[in-house]
């Protein structure tokens, strides 16, 4: 597929793939608030979704709608990157549209033309509500495939065929099982958070699914972080793709004001009701490591008289949603949640995001606090840091390039001591002879699980020890 690059943008020497990947990288600078000259006009889009982005209120192309918008109307395979808030949807969802505009052919039933792939339900929701915005003046059949639903309505929808399906991968195969849906018509297909859509959790059903495309589609992966394996991963997907990068990839936005406080876990609790509780927060995520430690953190919040709610992968999707309406209608200032609510998630005036806990996946550290500072905006990340995560901050500062703390700081975090590992104990080898049996006949006796052999063993080492635990297990009722 060859890929011509669009006016207006610079053309740069490819830097970063094989050679035979690609001939070059259109590279465009800036964010959201740059005063781009380009206009929505000057990227040939149809008069109705034009009209659309009037009525939305938009005004310019953001830097990253001005890179992919042109490449992807022309049918390119494109890798995006842009930060966290920047118009990447719109910036894959205007191409779709133009396309679905200038189309006269029939749809086919059970089919779709165009596949969004999203990580979360609350992802996919919230593009299928921008493509829907997008899309008001254009005759389009648009759905939503998810799990934590009534498959049912689904299947209604993808009946007669539609334009574009918004799917989560795990319900998407479960209608190709059934035969609900095909996707053999399937034009373009975008992975958005394409690294997390890349990772080890989502792979296998990535390539189940990109299997049951048709070869000659666009591919076009989109995020704010592209770690460099994962970027190579991808490449298994894309034909001369063009890649549009708006900024070094996992760079946060300049724009949110980034604190890392040192905390120990035991008083974690206290800093956050003292962060919650000054008067500059309106509207705050916070974010922890576990499902359970969002439920017990939601908790203390609202022992403490605050508004809350959790949100993670346990709550049922009808209070998934319930706390993210909350949130979004301001019902509730503060929303705890683990890292499903950490990529796309787009709601206004977030004033904070609190990292309770720092992320295991540096990436994620990006996400989380990119929820924050949206759509030209400014905001302010605050996050915890015990000693015994100092690991995490290492891989955090190395991702984004910068120092996250203070000199003092510094020397206070060198200066604690790291609780030490709890020595391993030694494992005991235990040879188990193969049995050939006995040549007779007779039952094979059980084999000894290595279990019991090492506590026979044990016991050998240590009589005593085998004593105190016999006699405690004679004491147990049966
Ligand atoms: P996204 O990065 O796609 O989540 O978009 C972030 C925010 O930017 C959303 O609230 C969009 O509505 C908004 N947005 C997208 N494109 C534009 C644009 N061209 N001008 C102004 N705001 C925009």
Redo the contacts with the bound molecule.
Sequence with gaps: MRVTPAAGLRKLPYLGHPPSAQSYCIRAFGD?NDNSLTQ?DDLGLAEPILRA?QT???????PI?EGIIPTMVQGGDVVGI?Q????????FVLPLLQRISKSKSKLHSKSCRYLVLAPTRELAA?IDK?VRAYGRFLKLKTTIVVGGVKPGPQIRALKPGVDIVIATPGRLEDHLSTGAVGLDQVETVVLDEADQMLDLGFLPAIRRLMAKLPKDRQTVLLSATMPKQIRKLANDFLTDPCEVSVAPAAKPIDRIDQHMMLVASADKRTALLETVGVSDVDRAIVFTRTKRGADRVCQHLLKAGHKAAAIHGNRSQGQRERALADFKKGRIKVLVATDIAAR?I?I?DISHVINYELPNVPEAYVHRIGRTA???KSGIAVSFCDPAERKQLRDIERLIGRSLLSDEDRKALEAASVPPTPQRKKRVRVQVKPWHGRGDGSRKPKRASRKSTARKSSTKRNPQKHRNASSRRDRVPA
Excluded: H
Aim: hydrophobic share 25%.
């Design positions: 959201v929505f982005l939305e209120g938009y005004t310019t192309p953001t709608q842009a966290t808030g920047t118009g990447k949807t719109a910036a919230q921008q796309g787009d206004d949206r759509a030209g």
